[in-house]
């Protein structure tokens, strides 16, 4: 069941129409309508998605994360994101340990 309430920036919610529970945390709300219907801008913290996608959603189409979802999600975008941030190994590389990896020119 679809729970229905006042969403916030800052909420982290779960879309109820996805294959698979990917916690996203609320960016913006558009209060729409004469009822409480509202528009939610939602960034996944986990996912298929590059970074930055942006998600859009009516409440009706979202529940609360529970507090485990959402800690193991953080934990999933951190390491996601620090994979993203960290060099690749060579790069990462003194410049002098660098030169002793490179073949030396006329060397097959």
């Known amino acids: 069941m679809v729970e229905e309430r006042q969403y916030v920036v800052g909420d982290f919610v779960v879309p109820v129409d996805l294959p698979r529970t990917f916690v996203c945390f609320v960016t913006n709300v558009h209060d729409i309508g004469v009822e409480d219907d509202q528009l939610l801008e939602l960034e996944p913290l986990d996912g298929p998605w590059p970074l930055g996608t942006q998600l859009v959603r009516m409440d009706t189409m ?47």
């Open 62 to 108: 979202v529940r609360l994360a529970t507090t485990l979802e959402v800690g193991r999600s953080l934990e999933e975008s951190s390491d996601r994101a620090e994979h993203l941030r960290r060099p690749p190994a060579a790069a990462r590389l003194p410049h002098a340990a660098y030169e002793q990896i490179q073949p030396s020119p006329g060397v097959a």
